[in-house]
């Protein structure tokens, strides 16, 4: 929605940079990664996802990088365009849970 | 495309009011999901459900029920709503995958205003 960005980190950058917004998770138990794309007024848009069998996953214009010792993952985007300013956000399935985890997200904002 | 609606974009109640707010999806979906979405608080799991007249509690399901008659059609009610309950409400669905929840699609949202 229109405050969900609001009391986030912000990650500024220039149109044509490459971006990387990084979230750190909680349990070394997940298995399953998804990170999600928020754009003002709209639910969320899955965006890519990786397994924990997996370091590295690519998309479109996407990649997601799992490192599974620290407990990080990242998503990095090539040539940021305007149309990417949103808010992103991991989530994480928690195995024997069945749930998903979510974290507080990333305001990406991208500048001409 | 799979399509998640729900019934009001903003909703203004006042405090005490019971309201509802319903989510239809159009993909055949077993599971269903209510989550609220607070600033700085990412989203928060209220309740979700694996089938038709099924439901579990999510992580915050005090004040909250749900109702889910119908496959498509998983509704969230506020049984006497307060003001902590103003925030963005957010329905989505997922195939199901050998009981695992995976990708999950969302809807809109709807901004709840209690005054």
């Known amino acids: 929605g229109e405050s969900v960005g609001l009391h986030l980190p912000t990650l500024s950058v220039q149109e044509g940079d490459n971006s990387i917004i990084n979230c750190a998770y909680s349990?070394?138990?997940?298995?399953?990664f998804i990170w999600y794309k928020q754009e003002s007024g709209k639910g969320p848009q899955f965006i890519i996802d990786?397994?924990?069998?997996?370091d590295k996953r690519q998309g479109q214009r996407v990649t997601v990088l799992l490192n599974k010792t620290v407990k990080h993952l990242s998503l990095q985007i090539a040539a940021t365009q305007p149309g990417d300013s949103a808010v992103y956000f991991c989530a994480e399935i928690w195995s024997g849970y069945n749930k998903l985890i979510f974290g507080a997200g990333t305001r990406l904002a991208v500048h001409p | 495309d799979v399509k998640v609606t729900q019934s009001s974009r903003y909703l203004v109640k006042r405090t005490g009011e019971k309201v509802f707010l319903e989510c239809v999806q159009d993909m055949d979906h077993e599971n269903m999901f209510w989550y609220r979405q607070d600033p700085g608080l990412g989203l928060r799991l209220i309740y979700f459900s694996y089938d038709v007249k099924m439901k579990e509690k999510g992580d915050i399901p005090e004040g909250y029920s749900v109702s889910r008659e119908k496959k498509e059609r998983f509704s969230l009610i506020l049984e006497s709503a307060s003001t902590n309950q103003t925030s963005m409400y957010l329905c989505a669905s997922s195939f199901p995958d050998r009981g695992r929840i995976y990708e999950q699609y969302f809807g809109p949202g709807t901004r709840l205003t209690v005054t």
């Open positions: 349990n070394s138990a997940s298995d399953y």
């Open positions: 990786i397994r924990s069998n997996m």
